[in-house]
């Protein structure tokens, strides 16, 4: 089995299921910008600290140097390894004078030297530009013999955009592009792999992230579910924070389930979503992860209807997370979540604002497949998952629920509704769907008090004879 | 007028360099390469070096080092955009100068040792 040598980033050796491959040859195009260069570097870096040696050789004209100060910049950067375990050259000059012939021997000459078991050829356009498209032919060919012979790994990058069909693509054992993409006003970074020999690789395009620590890569979420391992049938019950809602439940959510709290604004998803949450404890540690309300806000809110979110977050059974509803990149989030999940042993989860996440989809038709993708990676850790779904009408009619294709990827629906009686607004819960399991299928009328949610009808309403 | 060898492989850094030397008075040689640099100082030997660290075939320190057991006893400025404490211990050179560098880093240090050297200093 040929060794392979990670990518240093965590994302790209999912995509490529492992990293480059000892002794192979890969081509990274880009538009200038898209980050090749942070790639690359962070690629040796990381190649250096698993005890490799890499040599960095550039072909453009702009001084290595100036790259050399902004990449020391980035935190992967090494100062240490260099210049022995990392070195960076420039090929140019021989070029110049002495074409590829010229620059070939300079590869294999200093490959030797270093002893480099990773080698970046920087610009290979220019080199490209400098000969006829056989003569460029046959320099990748012997390229790709003195890394082979080296027995180490050759990444040529080039902004240049040429199609499959070029002599490089089909030589090389690897061709992975980075992307600048724009979608209205919304410009964001993608990576794909479009071939890697003797690997199974997460095809399509994914996102990255670039920032001081270098490139991030998030697989698509959806991309990753042949990975996730099924989850476990759960058969006990899980309870959700109140009681009433436990009896029409059969004891509670099913372990292990994803639940959607779908209703209008102010029917009380979240309130609902805080119940489940303040049953956080060692055994069952929760999570929230909230787009419009602060963790002060919440804190607060949950106060405010007699529901303890301080116990479990002073001693640590629970973690809020927020997010404002900006571009966040979705599969990101799902990464993070989790992984936070699976680090604490979280049993209950509560993603509270699906609307957040639609939004910052730049293809919203993902959004199903995203949301099953969480739950699925949530279940095979063995956690519960409440998401909260704002439906836009003010009053929804239960003989006709909102088409909603997050309905049928959840396990569980609940509808929480809202209406007008008399002169009084009032609220209304019914279980809609429960996995497997019958439940009490009667719509139940429940108001909010300083206790949190309580079923009837608001005594004041009562007492003004609205009730009814 | 003072013989300066200039030892880079990076061909815009090594023709900005030549030029603003050649331009404050010095006669400038070039070399692109340790081992062209060695070979051509070893020759001519200049009164003074500028060479970068990072260069193929040799490096600026491996220069420096046949240079030093060959009998080389002049000043001898490393250019290079490692930080001057990560760089390997037993240097050989005389001063450090971080690139990228300007006209006046470079001539400031340039005329230090030339004003050394007429001096009857090393």
């Not at chain 1, 993608?190 to 990255?208: N, S, Y």
């Not at chain 1, 436990?246 to 609902?272: E, I, Y």
Request: glycine share 10%; with cysteine; hydrophobic share 40%.
């Amino acid at each position: 089995m040929i060794e392979k040598f990670s990518t240093g980033i965590e994302g790209l050796d999912q995509l490529t299921d492992g990293g480059f491959l000892r002794g192979s040859a890969y081509i990274i195009q880009g538009p200038p910008g898209a980050g090749k260069t942070i790639l690359a570097n962070q690629f040796c870096y990381a190649h250096v600290r698993e005890g490799g040696r890499a040599l960095y050789m550039t072909l453009l004209a702009e001084s290595s140097s100036r790259m050399l100060s902004y990449v020391s910049q980035m935190g992967f950067f090494e100062g240490s390894a260099l210049p022995d375990a990392m070195q960076y050259l420039s090929g140019y000059g021989v070029l110049e004078r002495e074409g590829l012939p010229g620059l070939l021997k300079l590869v294999q000459h200093e490959l030797k030297r270093h002893r480099a078991t990773a080698m970046v050829l920087d610009g290979t356009f220019v080199a490209q530009s400098r000969a006829s498209e056989q003569e460029f032919r046959a320099f990748i060919h012997a390229l790709q013999g003195v890394a082979g012979i080296a027995d180490a790994v050759l990444v040529m990058l080039t902004h240049q955009n040429r199609d499959s069909s070029c002599p490089e693509h089909t030589m090389v054992d690897g061709w992975i592009e980075l992307s600048d993409e724009t979608h209205g006003f919304r410009a964001y970074r993608t990576i794909q792999v479009r071939k890697h020999r003797g690997a199974a690789i997460l095809p399509g395009k994914h996102r990255v992230r670039i920032t001081q620590e270098g490139i991030a890569v998030f697989p698509r979420a959806e991309s990753v579910l042949d990975a996730t391992p099924a989850a476990r049938a759960e058969a006990h019950r899980l309870a959700t924070g109140h009681e009433g809602l436990d009896a029409l439940l059969q004891g509670g959510l099913p372990a292990g389930s994803a639940t959607l709290l779908m209703g209008p604004t102010g029917s009380g998803k979240t309130t609902l979503g805080l119940h489940f949450l303040s049953l956080a404890n060692a055994q069952e540690p929760g999570l929230m992860l909230g787009f419009y309300e602060t963790p002060a806000h919440i804190r607060q809110k949950a106060r405010s209807v007699g529901l303890d979110l301080d116990t479990p977050l002073e001693d640590g059974t629970l973690e809020l997370l927020w997010l404002p509803p900006a571009e966040n990149i979705v599969d990101e989030l799902v990464h993070d979540i989790v992984n936070r999940a699976r680090a604490r042993k979280v049993k209950r989860v509560l993603v509270d604002g699906l609307v957040a996440i639609r939004d910052s989809l730049v293809i919203a038709d993902r959004m199903p497949y995203v949301i099953n993708a969480l739950s699925m990676q949530l279940k095979a850790i063995g956690a519960s998952v409440v998401y909260t779904s704002e439906i836009p009408e003010l009053q929804v009619d239960e003989a006709r629920l909102p088409s909603d294709e997050i309905s049928a990827m959840v396990d569980n629906v609940l509808l929480l509704n809202t209406g007008r009686r008399g002169h009084a607004f009032r609220r209304y819960l019914s279980v809609v769907k429960l996995r497997d399991s019958d439940f009490d299928p009667r719509t139940h009328e429940f108001h909010v008090d300083s206790r949190g949610i309580a079923f009837g009808p608001d005594p004041r309403v009562a007492a003004s004879g609205e009730a009814g | 007028m003072l013989r300066l060898l200039l030892v880079e492989d990076e061909p815009d850094v090594s023709l900005v360099t030549a030029t603003v030397l050649e331009e404050a008075g010095y006669h400038v040689t070039v070399a692109s390469d340790g081992c062209e640099g060695l070979e051509i100082a070893l020759q001519e030997m200049p009164e003074l070096i500028v060479t970068d660290f990072m260069m193929p075939c040799l490096s600026g320190l491996e220069m420096i080092e046949r240079l030093r057991g060959a009998g080389y006893d002049r000043p001898i400025i490393l250019t290079t955009a490692i930080a001057e404490q990560q760089l390997p211990r037993q240097p050989g050179y005389d001063a450090y100068l971080a690139k990228p560098y300007g006209s006046h880093a470079l001539l400031t240090l340039v005329e230090a040792f030339r004003e050394r050297l007429e001096a009857g200093g090393h």
